[in-house]
């Protein structure tokens, strides 16, 4: 069973794009529709034991697990070095800080 493990890693990562890419489609007609296959992912990650890649963490809310769609349910602003997500659902904000490259 264990050798397994990297092939449902690689499973569960293949279907959290799926669904953060189908999120993103379906957003302008149902944005609780894009909410639930965010919650979907989660599920699918926390499932195996991985990581949500960074490019698609910042695509939904952390407090409430919202599909976030700049200038439509959430502001995106740069402050002290730092990027901060003010969602519009929950009204809190995530921080992220901008690292030199």
Do not use: W
């Amino acid at each position: 069973m264990k050798s397994s493990k990297p092939h449902l890693r690689e499973i569960a990562l293949v279907r959290i794009t799926i669904l953060f890419r189908e999120a993103d489609a379906i957003f302008v007609q149902d944005p609780r529709l894009a909410t639930t296959y965010v919650k979907i992912a989660r599920r699918i990650a926390m499932k195996v034991n991985l990581r949500i890649p960074k490019p698609l963490k910042r695509k939904y809310c952390k407090h409430c697990y919202t599909y976030l769609k700049p200038g439509k349910n959430c502001r995106i602003r740069i402050r002290n070095k730092m990027v901060v997500y003010t969602c519009f659902n929950c009204k809190k904000y995530m921080r992220f800080l901008i690292r030199k490259s």
